[in-house]
Antibody
Framework: QVQLQQSGPGLVKPSQTLSLTCAIS??????????WNWIRQSPSRGLEWLGR?????????DYAVSVKSRITINPDTSKNQFSLQLNSVTPEDTAVYYCARESTIFGVVIPFDYWGQGTLVTVSS | QSALTQPPSASGSPGQSVTISCTGT?????????VSWYQQHPGKAPKLMIYEVSKRPSGVPDRFSGSKSGNTASLTVSGLQAEDEADYYCSSYAGSNFGVFGTGTKVTVL
């Protein structure tokens, strides 16, 4: 059974960096059949996909256009986890942040089949 | 990338059916058979209910079904039960924009 456990601060000051980690159990961040995503949810923006990291003989990243200049998603193979960093945050970045797995089985992509518990991050001074 | 359009609310009595629409464009819903649906109860993470328009993950009751016609996808919940009361979100692959979610529909079991 795959489990994703999120950790990180719930309060970030404007202009600073939001940092969250998602620890994986029951799968591997280096799996050739999974991609590891960050998604956020707020009343004003709804559900918004932010980006992903995945390994296919080498590491790849994809990011949403809306945050591409501010986001970094990194795998940590030693701890079997991946992280989100979002720079220069504003109150508009206040949201519940989720990590989620996307898997590929026999060529079929199954989107967001496992989710973390969610972390409410508030951007405020 | 604009969010996919869903009705804000839908309702039905226990045992009845409810259908939720999800309208996009030819660049997302209409262009790919990669529509998925998620159920979200208050304070919980979304749960995958349908993927690739009409496929159900293991463990999802067959009361949940999906379809698509043109730029509009639909989720039907048959034989409504009290535990089906939740928010439902659609999502679609959108090419170079990767993925887009719907605006969400609150389903109420009367």
């Amino acid at each position: 059974q795959v489990q994703l456990q999120q950790s990180g601060p719930g309060l970030v000051k404007p202009s600073q960096t939001l940092s969250l980690t998602c620890a994986i159990s029951g799968d591997s961040v280096s799996s050739n059949s999974a991609a590891w995503n960050w998604i956020r949810q707020s009343p004003s923006r709804g559900l918004e996909w932010l980006g992903r990291t995945y390994y296919r003989s080498k590491w790849y990243n994809d990011y949403a256009v809306s945050v591409k200049s501010r986001i970094t998603i990194n795998p940590d193979t030693s701890k079997n986890q991946f992280s989100l960093q979002l720079n220069s945050v504003t109150p508009e970045d206040t949201a519940v942040y989720y990590c989620a797995r996307e898997s590929t089985i026999f060529g079929v992509v199954i989107p967001f089949d496992y989710w973390g518990q969610g972390t409410l991050v508030t951007v405020s001074s | 990338q604009s969010a996919l359009t869903q009705p804000p609310s839908a309702s039905g009595s226990p045992g009845q059916s409810v259908t939720i629409s999800c309208t996009g464009t030819s660049s997302d819903v209409g262009g790919y058979n990669y529509v998925s649906w998620y159920q979200q109860h208050p304070g919980k993470a979304p749960k995958l209910m349908i993927y690739e328009v009409s496929k159900r993950p293991s463990g999802v009751p067959d009361r949940f079904s999906g379809s698509k016609s043109g730029n509009t996808a639909s989720l039907t919940v048959s034989g409504l039960q009290a535990e089906d009361e939740a928010d439902y979100y659609c999502s679609s692959y959108a090419g170079s924009n990767f993925g887009v979610f719907g605006t969400g529909t609150k389903v109420t079991v009367l």
